[in-house]
Structure formats: structure tokens, C-alpha cells
């Protein structure tokens, strides 16, 4: 029995005879006599009554609709997980980010998916806000944008994967105080290097302190996170930053700080109606998991009574197998 048999005589159920089954499939229509003619053979049955130019389908032939139909499927099944598969083994994926969620950040996400994809390249762009992220994921340049939400449209289907908190992150030799976590309304007048591309960040640190009453000096503007953390080191200002740049500044020496209430937002992927590709969804499926792993790790640690900082620190550990980011060198130089 051959899977050609198998659709000649499905198309012929599905269009009501020959001549349809032929156009449809684009074969001459003694192709699918023969081929119908064939499957008969080998079955040792009928599956038509003909009538003339007619054929009608039989009490036998009903019985093969069924199991037929599920072949072919399970047929397509299986192309479309090889073809996965073949996307898999070669090709690109571009990643859009947001200062907000820096692109350091998303790399560390990214790790389970290069080791178990290295011919498949990452590119990572990052782009000034998220309505210029979402544009480029609607316009194709990207397959999946990491943002902070809510998002300014409709049309974009999101993925949640937690809330980003901040951490105030001070100069090295920093008094700390008596216990955290330290409220806002403590911070007074506290000299600050802002990310002047971190636009809603930036509004969400500026909301939480002005809900305290609170009012910031702004000491620097600077385009990145490791400028931020480079002035940070330097004992020029303080920052407040994702937890994982949070981790990397305490093992570079500076003195992290939990507040009350925690700074937070909701974080995950954003991409286009309908399905990702192979390579795309499996990035996306990897680096959920790694971030879930890493929470759970946070949240073990918290339970056993360590501080947020604390569990971040052990959870980077266990999940790096290195006390620092290999771009510690490169910031302690800054120093």
C-alpha cells in the first residue's frame, strides 16, 4: 500500500468522483483509476460500487475512510516535526530588547538554547522603546521582542514570564543600614545615574519615589547599564537596577539594597499572530525555563530565610557555577 493510493482514494471520497479527485490533485484521471485500481488489489476488496461512469463508495470503502485519513495526518505530523528539525540544525533568530530589559540579561536566558543549538545564530538588537521594538517585531525584523508590559498595541500576542524587580545599588564603602529592607521614604535627596534610554524604567523608579515624597538627584544621564554600574563602582552615584545587574555589583563590591516597597514590572516576549517558528518557540520555551528555574532557586533560598539579594546571589551560583559574570574584569577596570 502506498501513500499516493491513499489520497487518490480520499480525494475521490472528498470530491464525489474521479474527474473532481483528478483536478483537484492536478494528475490525469487514469492515474487515479489505477491508483484506486491498485489499493483494491492489495486489499482484496472493493471500496466502490461503479456504475457506469459512476463511483459510489461501498460498506468497505466507508471503513477505510477513517484509518486513511489518520495516516495521512500522522504523515503530515511527521514532516512537519522533521521539517522543525531542520530549521533547527541551521539558521538565525533575531531578538529585539529594550534597555529596560537589558540585553546582557536576555543572553544569560539564552544559554541552554546555544548549547543545544550551536549552528543556530542569535541576533540580539536593542532598540530605544518599546513602541520601536514593537514596530520591528510587527514589520517582521524581529521574530521575538523581550519588553517590559503593558505594550502600546493590540495586534502582537505576549508571553509573561515574571516581574523584573530593582534593587538600589550604592558605591562601594557605603554605610549600610541597620536592617533591610530600607524604605523609600528613607532615600531622601539620594544622588542617582539614570539610563537615558531606560524610558519607562525610568518612570516607574521616578513614580515610586514620588509616591514617597521622595526627590532624586539626578547626578548623570548615561546611555547603558554598565555605565550606570561603572559610575555606581566609581563612587560617583547610585542606580537602581534588575536584580541579576544587582548580583554582578555585589561581587564587583558595591553595596545592594532592598527596598520597601520593592520597585517591580512585569516582563516577557512579544510576537507576531499565530505560530513561532521551530527555532523561535524553542527559544522562547528555554529561556522561560531558565528563568523559571532561577526563581524557584530565589524562592527555595528566600524560604530557607536568606535575604532577596542573598538568594539572587546563591541562585546566580548555582546556575552560572562561577562567582562572577564574565564581564567583571571588564568593569572592575573602570574602577
Known amino acids: 500500500m502506498e501513500i499516493r493510493q491513499l489520497e487518490y482514494f480520499l480525494a475521490v471520497v472528498e470530491h464525489n468522483g474521479v474527474n473532481r479527485a483528478a483536478a483537484q490533485l492536478h494528475v490525469a484521471q487514469a492515474s487515479i483509476s489505477q491508483g484506486i485500481r491498485q489499493l483494491e488489489r492489495e486489499l482484496k476488496l472493493e471500496l466502490f460500487h461503479r456504475t457506469g461512469r459512476n463511483i459510489v463508495l461501498n460498506s468497505s470503502g466507508r471503513l477505510l475512510v477513517e484509518p486513511a485519513r489518520r495516516i495521512l495526518r500522522e504523515l503530515l505530523a511527521a514532516k512537519d516535526i522533521m521539517r ?162 544587582a548580583v554582578l555589583a555585589r561581587k564587583l563590591g558595591a553595596v545592594v539594597v532592598e527596598t520597601e516597597p520593592t520597585i517591580r514590572t512585569a516582563y516577557g516576549t512579544v510576537h507576531r499572530t499565530g505560530s513561532l517558528n521551530p527555532a523561535a518557540q524553542s527559544f522562547v520555551s528555554l529561556s522561560k525555563d531558565a528563568l523559571s528555574c532561577w526563581g524557584e532557586l530565589i524562592s527555595a533560598q528566600q524560604d530557607s530565610g536568606a535575604t532577596l539579594l542573598e538568594a539572587a546571589v546563591a541562585a546566580d551560583t548555582a546556575m552560572n557555577g562561577t562567582s562572577e559574570y564574565p564581564l567583571a574584569i571588564n568593569l572592575k577596570g573602570m574602577n
Not at 536566558?109 to 536593542?126: M, V
Not at 514593537?134 to 508571553?159: A, W
Not at 524604605?183 to 544622588?191: M, N
Open 84 to 245: 522543525g528539525a531542520l530549521e533547527l540544525s541551521v539558521g538565525t533568530i533575531t531578538v529585539g530588547t529594550m534597555p529596560e530589559m537589558s540585553s546582557e540579561a536576555v543572553a544569560a536566558w539564552s544559554g541552554q538554547f546555544t548549547r543545544e543549538y550551536p549552528n543556530i545564530r542569535i541576533d540580539l538588537k536593542e532598540y530605544s522603546n518599546v513602541d520601536h521594538l514593537c514596530e520591528e517585531v510587527l514589520s517582521g525584523h524581529c521574530e521575538i521582542g523581550f519588553t517590559t508590559f503593558p505594550i502600546p498595541v493590540d495586534n502582537l500576542q505576549t508571553i509573561q514570564f515574571g516581574l523584573q524587580r530593582m534593587m538600589l545599588v550604592m558605591p562601594p564603602g557605603t554605610t549600610m543600614p541597620g536592617s533591610q529592607p530600607v524604605a523609600l521614604s528613607s532615600l531622601q535627596s539620594l544622588p542617582l545615574a539614570v539610563s537615558n534610554m531606560a524610558h519607562r524604567e525610568n518612570d516607574i523608579v521616578a513614580a515610586a519615589m514620588s509616591k514617597h515624597s521622595i526627590e532624586g538627584q539626578i547626578r548623570a544621564y548615561v546611555p547603558t547599564r554598565h555605565a550606570q554600574l561603572a559610575l555606581v563602582l566609581n563612587g560617583s552615584a547610585s542606580a537602581f537596577l534588575p536584580i541579576r545587574m
